[in-house]
């Protein structure tokens, strides 16, 4: 498939662009001239929304399931559109990515560890041999597994139980208490519940991966809880050199489910932390391979420490509109930083401004029928709806529960929070 239009300098091929990152690749290609191709399948391609689908130069259409044969189709497809860089936009195409760069003699992330980007598990063993401060942890392949490995391990409670290959916090559960003293609210007689096999079957429930159909490792990750403030941090790394960008303030619901309610930069915290929190993550990326491209590292600071411990990190653009997020705060666009990185140049990493921004998401209180969305207009805010009246909303256990979100500008981290939490507060969601 081929469009023909668009400008005529170097081609990045971004595997699965439909995530929330495209529209900001879409946007950095448009700035740097490059030429911005899709790998994808054909039903995927179909519900491209129009504003990606018309700023692709062309598009890759095979099965990214096969991976004999997409990298078959997509070495061709490189060789006949001059690609000159390779770009993953989903975690789990890792692997895939930094195979196809090494084939075609691109800049790549390492393909002997690129599965530690993808997998929780190997990325669990990279950190530990790279001696990043994370969780500990172990793996359980089902409930009677969790329950003695978790003894074995000395994890405790809070627990947290995770699939070891997913992402938006699905299948993801905070276990605290022990289990078979459920309280007064147990009626006399009943079973004592077992919160450890709930969340086991919970992360388990994921087999495949939407919207390609990849086939996940249903193996679940016990985790040591790591209590705390939790932020984010991105990295591009370019010829295996790292360069920070900026840290960012995460909020996410508390209990069982952790679910975003919204992310804030700056972070807030002292510059030495900041630096602090700036080194780990670029430890993180380099610690699962990557070598030419961007990594998206979350961690949690435990109270009274300066050690940040690193719950996760991903070899690809962050979600959650934080591209929009870290441009507002520091004018630097992480989408054109990691095309720069994928074509091997040393990317533009240097903040222009300190000014703050602040995303906040509209969550429902319960599963249902969306029946109408209302959110405030405030100056120095604007604001997206996701699902229309009629859509079906899952319980929010998972970021799938989202409805929208606010964005808000300011000078200060404080008066942006407190401007886009001013704006959710206001907003009215009614469900059926
Ligand atoms: N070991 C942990 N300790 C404390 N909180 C955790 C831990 N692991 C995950 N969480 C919480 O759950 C959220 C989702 O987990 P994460 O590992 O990031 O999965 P996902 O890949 O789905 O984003 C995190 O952002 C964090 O709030
Ligand atoms: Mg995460």
């Given at each position: 498939m081929e469009n023909g239009a668009g400008p005529r300098g170097p081609g990045v091929l971004v595997?699965?662009?439909?995530?929330?990152?495209g529209r900001f690749l879409v946007e950095a290609a448009d700035r740097l001239g490059v030429r911005l191709y899709a790998a994808t399948h054909k039903d995927v391609h179909e519900g491209y929304p129009d504003r990606l689908r018309v700023a692709l130069a062309g598009v890759c259409v095979t099965?990214?399931?096969?991976v004999p044969r997409a990298s078959e189709d997509m070495a061709a497809f490189c060789r006949q559109h001059s690609i000159a860089g390779v770009a993953a936009c989903f975690e789990l195409f890792t692997p895939l990515a930094a195979l196809l760069a090494d084939r075609m003699g691109l800049p790549g992330n390492d393909p002997g560890l690129a599965w530690a980007a993808r997998n929780k598990i190997e990325m669990g063993e990279a950190f530990a041999a790279a001696g990043i401060p994370a969780p500990r942890w172990a793996v359980a392949h089902d409930a009677a597994e969790a329950h003695r490995v978790a003894r074995e391990h000395g994890l405790g409670r809070p627990l947290v139980v995770k699939p070891a290959e997913q992402g938006g916090s699905w299948g993801v559960s905070v276990v605290d208490g022990p289990d078979g003293m459920d309280g007064p609210e147990r009626p006399e007689g009943a079973e004592a519940p077992d919160r450890l096999a709930d969340a086991v079957r919970a992360a388990q429930r994921f087999t495949h991966a939407h919207p390609h159909g990849l086939e996940l490792d249903t193996r679940v990750l016990l985790q040591e809880y790591i209590p705390g403030g939790e932020y984010s941090c991105d990295t591009v790394v370019s010829g295996g050199v790292a360069y920070p960008l900026p840290v960012v303030a995460k909020d996410t619901t508390e209990g069982r489910y952790r679910i975003e309610t919204g992310h804030t930069?700056?972070?807030?915290?002292p510059a030495p932390l900041v630096r602090k929190v700036q080194q780990i993550a670029a430890r993180a990326a380099l610690a699962v391979g990557v070598r030419n491209g961007i990594a998206h590292t979350e961690v949690k600071i435990p109270p009274g420490t300066q050690t940040p411990y690193v719950i996760e990190t991903g070899a690809r653009l962050p979600g959650d509109n934080l591209c929009e997020v870290v441009e507002a705060a520091t004018g630097v666009s992480e989408a054109v930083a990691h095309l720069q990185a994928v074509l091997g140049l040393v990317p533009d990493t240097v903040p222009s401004r300190t000014d703050a921004a602040s995303i906040r998401f509209l969550l429902p209180e319960h599963g249902g029928e969306l029946r109408r969305v209302f959110v405030p207009d405030l100056p120095g805010t604007h604001s997206e709806v996701h699902l229309r009246p009629g859509a079906v909303v899952p319980e929010p256990a998972d970021s799938s529960c989202r409805i929208g979100h606010v964005v808000a500008r300011a000078e200060t981290a404080d008066q942006a929070r407190g401007l886009a939490e001013r704006v959710a507060a206001r907003s009215r969601v009614e469900m059926g």
């Amino acid at each position: 498939m081929e469009n023909g239009a668009g400008p005529r300098g170097p081609g990045v091929l971004v595997i699965e662009p439909m995530g929330n990152a495209g529209r900001f690749l879409v946007e950095a290609a448009d700035r740097l001239g490059v030429r911005l191709y899709a790998a994808t399948h054909k039903d995927v391609h179909e519900g491209y929304p129009d504003r990606l689908r018309v700023a692709l130069a062309g598009v890759c259409v095979t099965d990214l399931t096969d991976v004999p044969r997409a990298s078959e189709d997509m070495a061709a497809f490189c060789r006949q559109h001059s690609i000159a860089g390779v770009a993953a936009c989903f975690e789990l195409f890792t692997p895939l990515a930094a195979l196809l760069a090494d084939r075609m003699g691109l800049p790549g992330n390492d393909p002997g560890l690129a599965w530690a980007a993808r997998n929780k598990i190997e990325m669990g063993e990279a950190f530990a041999a790279a001696g990043i401060p994370a969780p500990r942890w172990a793996v359980a392949h089902d409930a009677a597994e969790a329950h003695r490995v978790a003894r074995e391990h000395g994890l405790g409670r809070p627990l947290v139980v995770k699939p070891a290959e997913q992402g938006g916090s699905w299948g993801v559960s905070v276990v605290d208490g022990p289990d078979g003293m459920d309280g007064p609210e147990r009626p006399e007689g009943a079973e004592a519940p077992d919160r450890l096999a709930d969340a086991v079957r919970a992360a388990q429930r994921f087999t495949h991966a939407h919207p390609h159909g990849l086939e996940l490792d249903t193996r679940v990750l016990l985790q040591e809880y790591i209590p705390g403030g939790e932020y984010s941090c991105d990295t591009v790394v370019s010829g295996g050199v790292a360069y920070p960008l900026p840290v960012v303030a995460k909020d996410t619901t508390e209990g069982r489910y952790r679910i975003e309610t919204g992310h804030t930069c700056p972070s807030g915290l002292p510059a030495p932390l900041v630096r602090k929190v700036q080194q780990i993550a670029a430890r993180a990326a380099l610690a699962v391979g990557v070598r030419n491209g961007i990594a998206h590292t979350e961690v949690k600071i435990p109270p009274g420490t300066q050690t940040p411990y690193v719950i996760e990190t991903g070899a690809r653009l962050p979600g959650d509109n934080l591209c929009e997020v870290v441009e507002a705060a520091t004018g630097v666009s992480e989408a054109v930083a990691h095309l720069q990185a994928v074509l091997g140049l040393v990317p533009d990493t240097v903040p222009s401004r300190t000014d703050a921004a602040s995303i906040r998401f509209l969550l429902p209180e319960h599963g249902g029928e969306l029946r109408r969305v209302f959110v405030p207009d405030l100056p120095g805010t604007h604001s997206e709806v996701h699902l229309r009246p009629g859509a079906v909303v899952p319980e929010p256990a998972d970021s799938s529960c989202r409805i929208g979100h606010v964005v808000a500008r300011a000078e200060t981290a404080d008066q942006a929070r407190g401007l886009a939490e001013r704006v959710a507060a206001r907003s009215r969601v009614e469900m059926g």
